[in-house]
Nanobody, 119 residues
């Protein structure tokens, strides 16, 4: 089982980045997916969710209207399009896969990708 984030980097204020989370080793299309982030010296913060089919999404207030979560189940990949980036978006971004199924809770994490927004 593996989740691999990519797409992070250094960007100026107002810029854009697109993060990807590539999944392998499990049935991606059945899992609820989440993006979270951790800024330096702070706790883990929920960013956005998407259901298994991609039809329902949720966003934290600080990113609403600027970030868009999506997934391509044929490619086993989730995305986070981040526009109008702010310095406070600087963080290590993680993806999470979650399923509460017949054999119990299955919960997987990636290693994170760093996003740095410079002013």
């Amino acid at each position: 089982v593996q989740l691999v984030e990519s797409g992070g980097g250094l960007v100026q204020v107002g810029g854009s980045l697109r993060l990807s989370c590539a999944a392998s080793g499990f049935t991606f299309s059945t899992y609820y997916m989440t993006w979270l982030r951790q800024a330096p010296g702070k706790g883990l913060e929920w960013v956005s969710d998407i259901d298994s089919g991609g039809g329902t999404t949720y966003y934290a207030d600080p990113v609403k209207g600027r970030f868009t979560i999506s997934r391509d189940n044929a490619k086993n990949t989730m995305y986070l399009q981040m526009n109008s980036l702010k310095p406070e978006d600087t963080a290590l971004y993680y993806c999470n896969a979650y399923l509460d199924g017949q054999i119990g809770v299955q919960d997987y994490w990636g290693q994170g990708t760093q996003v740095t927004v410079s002013s």
